[in-house]
């Protein structure tokens, strides 16, 4: 058998592979999955060992949309972030959003970019924990253990920081789900290649509870498999 046909088989079998990890994305997920609910508010041992489904995991599709390349849009019913690269082509990545009551919509921009960020929680996030007897610090330094991850970006509303950040995460098991105080969670691998793509100023739309961000239009039709087998 030729070299050229040998790489032609690895590829359609690769193309095949590809389509079916696909249509197992597009499969409803059990009623029991931790994702299929918005009200995640309390973290169980075994949601802890929750394993990330494939479908979160950083991907090439095919995103058809009319918002300019560089535009992020993130889903969060469906817990994905979108980085529009022009002609019908997108990053789409997963993220954790806000559990039932801190979920949110509407049109900001990247204000500010850190990396290893220090974590200020709000005084009402503070306040609210301690009643349950959690006592946040007013502020933790930037590390592995700190619930920012290796990177945050802040989303501003003209000159105001809204208080939301897309960051990374010391929980990886909850992209997915819903269990944030609104802040957009990424792993920390993809929140890095985000942070490097992403410069101050760009435009972000969050599409969720009270529609807040108007019109917005996108198609996600999938995986795009010839770029992702043969790059470009």
């Known amino acids: 058998m030729g070299m050229m046909t040998v790489k032609s088989v690895l590829a359609g079998m690769l193309a095949l592979q590809m389509v079916m990890a696909?249509?197992?994305?597009?499969?409803?997920?059990?009623?029991?999955?931790?994702?299929?609910s918005t009200a995640s508010s309390v973290v169980t041992p075994d949601m802890m060992k929750r394993p990330v489904p494939d479908k979160f995991k950083r991907r090439l599709v095919r995103l058809s949309t009319s918002e300019q390349p560089g535009t992020i849009i993130i889903d969060t019913n469906n817990k994905f972030l979108y980085l529009v690269e022009g002609n019908n082509r997108a990053t789409r990545y997963g993220v954790g959003v806000g559990r039932e009551g801190f979920g949110w919509s509407g049109v900001v921009k990247i204000g500010r970019k850190e990396e290893w960020p220090s974590w200020r929680p709000p005084e009402e996030m503070r306040v609210r924990e301690a009643r349950r007897g959690h006592m946040l610090p007013v502020v933790q330094p930037g590390g592995i253990d700190n619930p920012l991850g290796a990177r945050a970006m802040y989303l501003y509303k003209g000159n105001q920081d809204t208080i939301f950040r897309i960051h990374g995460t010391n929980q990886p098991w909850s992209i997915g789900l819903n269990l944030s105080?609104?802040?957009?969670?990424?792993?920390?691998?993809?929140?890095?290649?985000?942070?490097?793509?992403?410069?101050?100023?760009?435009?972000?739309?969050?599409?969720?509870?009270?529609?807040?961000?108007?019109?917005?239009?996108?198609?996600?039709?999938?995986?795009?498999?010839?770029?992702?087998?043969?790059?470009?």
């Open 22 to 36: 696909a249509s197992a994305e597009a499969a409803p997920r059990p009623a029991d999955d931790p994702a299929n």
């Open 181 to 232: 105080s609104g802040c957009i969670r990424m792993n920390n691998k993809d929140v890095e290649d985000l942070y490097a793509r992403a410069p101050i100023g760009t435009k972000v739309i969050v599409v969720g509870p009270g529609n807040k961000q108007g019109d917005v239009s996108y198609d996600d039709r999938g995986i795009d498999i010839l770029r992702t087998i043969f790059g470009g």
